[in-house]
């Protein structure tokens, strides 16, 4: 799929490139054919016009008697074969085929994925739709405007997608949009026809291709509010689409469908309960976006040092270590990963990256809740060994018992709900090596806007830093689950993000961290209620 991460959408500009092409193609073609009917038709025009206007004896000449007889059964057969000839021209469908064979092109379920990844953006970052569709991002322009046939098919994939209110929010933007390209075609004819003929306005519905007309719109959008809960709203929209077209047959079935006091009944019990967000997503959004701070009473007892983990390596160069949480324990080391590794590590990880699943290597799911794409790198070669020492040295933990490498990488709009990456049932999924104790996750590039870490119950986003690694631990030290380190990946704004983690499990580890005196775990037990997505 396209819309889960960035690393396919260098493909489509390709597929893209070759339509061009392939179309530029067709075109030149299309025109060579063109003129060479043209050529013809008038040699035979100027022939016909010739011989009607000649005198009742123009057969008697026998050149004459020999065109006559030419033209139609030669020089006619011409023109038939050149208008076959551009009725069969398949120069493009022929070349639209995509050159690659390992290339799929995205699907209806890729652009429903799209639509929600930018609605999910907009909504949690509190972005402005107008704004959107004018190409803003935070008050700088990075795109050309949206269309109103762009809007509609976004509200279109999130009804689709049962995301009745924002597709409402999308396809009253595309209302807007589309009525303000009627009124700049409608200028432009205007101004045109005065050129031409003296300004008789002509047709004056078909605005900019691809067009959406107003009907169209409105046929989505009077469900859309009816099930996003506004019935009177919903039936002054339908009202309108019939008032436009008073056989519309979409809206002659709507309309029934609204005003159906019972239907509506059941439908809107059914739509509070999906509206309801939880306790954790809230906590989430709120921390994503950055409503929520760290506590200060957390905060103040921070710091930042520099440290050499007792490895003489480092003595060189001290590991610039940052505090983030100091109870569970969440700090971020800077700039231990170089350039030239992370070149490294994501062109390995290209070749096989895979829609994300959730859940340990070997028993795992596709899901909504994550989207993203992942590889596994073992740590086989020179520099994924290297890797590993270096992991090794700042966590002071033993490498034995950890997993490959999952490097992922998010699109726009991708991110990782809320979850904890310790199993809740470790007996059944980690039998041999014990639970995820701790996570270190490498950020491998610098994203442009969003892409936090986030820890709503600490109300704490680790921003990502090219170059970093962030390390906590997931379990307490008796090694039970620490419900405090629930965590999400952000959705990302703008830019890609790839990440490197490394999962290390208990077993093994118990000298280098051992149990405190009394179990620990009591104080994480209040935030296992809130649960996870
Ligand atoms: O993307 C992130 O920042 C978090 C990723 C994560 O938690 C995970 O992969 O388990
Ligand atoms: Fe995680």
Redesign the pocket.
């Known amino acids: 799929d396209y819309y889960s991460s960035i690393s396919g959408l260098e493909t489509l500009l390709r597929v893209e490139n070759h339509y061009m092409w392939a179309i530029g193609k067709h075109l030149v073609e299309v025109e060579r054919l063109q003129t060479e009917l043209d050529r013809l038709i008038d040699e035979l025009d100027t022939e016909y016009e010739k011989r009607q206007q000649s005198s009742e004896f123009y057969y008697d000449y026998p050149v004459n008697a020999f065109k006559a007889i030419n033209r139609i059964a030669a020089d006619w057969q011409e023109v038939f074969k050149l208008t076959r000839q551009i009725e069969n021209l398949t120069i493009y469908n022929e070349s639209s085929h995509i050159p690659e064979d390992a290339v799929t092109l995205p699907t209806d379920e890729d652009l429903r994925g799209a639509a929600r990844g930018l609605s999910r953006l907009q909504q949690l970052y509190k972005l402005d739709i107008t704004n959107i569709t004018d190409g803003y991002l935070r008050d700088r322009k990075y795109s050309s405007e949206m269309s109103a046939f762009n809007c509609y098919v976004l509200g279109k994939s999130l009804y689709e997608s049962e995301e009745y209110l924002t597709a409402s929010e999308w396809l009253i933007e595309a209302l807007e949009k589309s009525e303000k390209e009627n009124e700049k075609s409608n200028n432009a004819k205007a101004f045109d026809d005065s050129n031409i003929n003296g300004g008789d306005i002509e047709n004056t519905t078909d605005g900019i291709f691809p067009y959406v007309s107003i009907a169209e719109i409105l046929e989505f959008l009077a469900p859309a509010l009816f099930y996003a809960g506004k019935h009177e709203l919903a039936l002054a929209v339908n009202s309108k689409l019939l008032s436009l077209e008073p056989d519309n047959s979409i809206g002659l079935s709507n309309r029934d469908l609204i005003t159906a006091e019972t239907k509506i009944k059941r439908r809107t019990s059914f739509i509070e309960a999906k509206y309801d967000k939880s306790e954790i997503q809230d906590l989430y959004e709120q921390t994503c976006s950055g409503e929520f701070e760290q506590r200060i009473a957390e905060k103040s007892q921070l710091h930042c040092h520099f440290t050499t983990k007792n490895v003489p390596y480092y003595l060189l160069g001290p590991l610039k270590m940052e505090e983030l949480n100091t109870d569970p324990f969440v700090a971020v080391y800077h700039d231990v990963i170089y350039d030239k590794e992370i070149k490294e590590i994501i062109a390995r990880s290209k070749s096989d990256i895979e829609r994300s699943t959730i859940g340990s290597e070997d028993n795992s799911d596709i899901n909504e809740v994550r989207i993203?794409k992942n590889s596994w790198l073992a740590y086989d070669s020179a520099l994924m060994a290297k890797i590993s020492q270096r992991v090794a040295d700042i966590t002071g933990l033993s490498m034995n018992m950890s997993e490959d490498m999952?490097v992922?990488n998010?699109g726009i709009g991708g991110y990782?709900g809320t979850?904890y990456?310790f199993s809740e049932n470790p007996e059944e999924d980690n039998p041999d090596d014990g639970n995820r104790i701790l996570?270190a996750?490498f950020y491998l590039n610098d994203v442009d806007l969003g892409?936090?870490?986030a820890f709503p119950h600490l109300r704490l986003a680790?921003p990502?830093i090219k170059h970093s690694l962030v390390v906590w631990y997931n379990l307490h030290r008796s090694l039970e689950p620490d419900f405090r380190t629930a965590?999400?990946?952000?959705p990302v704004l703008k830019g890609s993000?790839w990440?490197g983690?490394i999962w290390f499990h208990a077993v093994g580890q118990e000298l280098i961290r051992p149990c405190d005196l009394k179990p620990d775990h009591d104080i994480s037990k209040p935030h296992m209620a809130m649960g996870v997505d």
């Open positions: 993203s999952q992922a998010y990782y979850h990456d996570t996750m892409g936090a870490t680790v990502p965590h999400a990946g952000c993000k990440i983690n």
